[in-house]
């Protein structure tokens, strides 16, 4: 051993768009692996395992020796923002993590919906959005505040009966067991930002379900819509609202990882399935109806809470539907989307020079604000 400094704990960077989060830890992995910042952790940790008993070392000759890496609490593939990463005994205290509010900046569509509830999905369900004004939306956001029992999106890694909800949608089935929503608290939500109709580029997904494909989906959608939506057991939904309505008859009536990287384990959400030929057409849009307006909203929530449920079901209050179109998590913990507490993505890319020196100090700062913390519970 050398003496060299060993660097672990846990640091922040920015998700991009379009990556699962266990695409974030593979890159990280593969950046950091052959690094000089981690050479000492891994000389370390080989010297370590040489000191187990032959038992435990026979157990391992065919694993190689990886850098240990993982998340602390998964992002949508279209989410972008602040995913927080465990490195050697840090992973640890990644479980930390999954129980820390959370703050959010969410894009969300009227109009439309889908069966992953976001703009990644395929479009399951159209009604009328003319009527949704910003007045409304602010009127429609009170009863999400505060203790909420969420309805699950049915694109979702919840396991039903052993299988995972999003394996049932994909196959167009519709599972024989009860979907129950979880508690949830929104501590914090309000409006950014309204765009008005035609003052924006937000648009539905191009495919629509047709056939058993979409009957399934709507069926499960349906089945978790009918979900009591408070604590109690009674809907908060503004009774005045209109009700939301299905496609126009004239319109065509059509029927819906757990990825292990080096030794921790971290479940994504699943991606929306590709196009099937035959089974989706591009949605019509009616050129002579306005475009639906849109809002973002922020918000700061608790573990387990899903953003996408809460923009189907916002349409769903206002008599609508709507889909959530973009998602940026601002905040996790105390790790804020800020260059000072945040490694941007593509310093991986440019190489240890550059990355090298911003993950030291994000790891020197833990582990310091870690002693600290132990010091003061003496």
């Known amino acids: 051993m050398s003496g060299e400094k060993i660097f672990e704990g846990i640091f922040a960077t920015h998700k991009p768009q379009g990556v699962t989060s266990a695409d974030v830890v593979r890159k990280v992995q593969h950046h950091f692996q052959p690094s000089k910042t981690f050479k000492p952790w891994l000389d ?13 070392q026979k157990r391992r000759r065919n694993k190689r020796l990886d850098i240990k890496v993982g998340h602390g609490g998964t992002l949508d593939p279209l989410a972008t923002g ?14 930390d993590f999954l129980g820390c509010t959370k703050a959010y900046e969410a894009t969300i569509l009227f109009g439309a919906e889908t069966d992953t509830y976001d703009r990644l999905g395929k479009i399951t369900r159209r ?32 396991r039903i009966d ?27 939500i309000k409006i950014m930002e309204w765009y008005e ?20 989906a709507e069926q499960l959608i349906d089945r978790v819509d009918a979900l009591p939506a408070t604590a109690d057991g009674e809907t908060t939904a503004d009774a005045s609202a209109p009700k939301r309505k299905s496609s126009p008859p004239n319109e065509e009536s059509t029927d819906a990882k757990k990825v292990k990287v080096s030794e921790t384990e971290a479940a994504d959400a699943p991606k929306a399935p590709e196009p099937t030929p035959g089974e989706t057409t591009s949605v019509q ?26 923009a189907h079901d916002l349409g769903k209050a206002l008599g609508s539907c709507a889909l959530m179109s973009e998602l940026v998590r601002t905040r996790q913990g105390d790790y804020e989307l800020t260059p000072e507490k945040t490694l941007e993505y593509k310093d991986l890319e440019a190489g240890e020079e550059v990355w090298g020196p911003k993950v030291q100090e994000f790891l020197e700062n833990w582990n310091r604000n870690r002693l600290d913390k132990l010091e003061a519970e003496k």
């Open 285 to 310: 849009t009616d050129q002579s109806r306005p475009q639906p307006a849109a809002v973002k909203i922020s918000m700061t929530v608790t573990s387990g809470f899903y953003v996408r449920s809460l």
């Open 197 to 216: 109709p035609g003052t924006h580029e937000y648009k539905w997904p191009e495919q629509e379900m047709v056939g058993e494909e979409r009957a399934a």
């Open 162 to 188: 052993g299988k995972k909800l999003y394996e049932y949608a994909r196959e167009g089935k519709v599972p024989d067991v009860e979907i129950k929503a979880r508690p949830v608290e929104t501590l914090d």
């Open 127 to 158: 009604a009328p959005y003319e009527h949704v004004t910003r007045e409304a939306v602010e009127k429609a956001l009170d009863q999400f505040r505060g203790k909420i029992m969420q309805k699950p999106p049915i694109f979702s890694a919840l």
């Open 82 to 95: 602040v995913l927080v990463i465990g490195v050697g005994k840090g992973t640890k205290s990644l479980g």
């Open 44 to 56: 370390s940790e080989k010297a370590r395992r040489d000191r187990e008993s032959n038992f435990q």
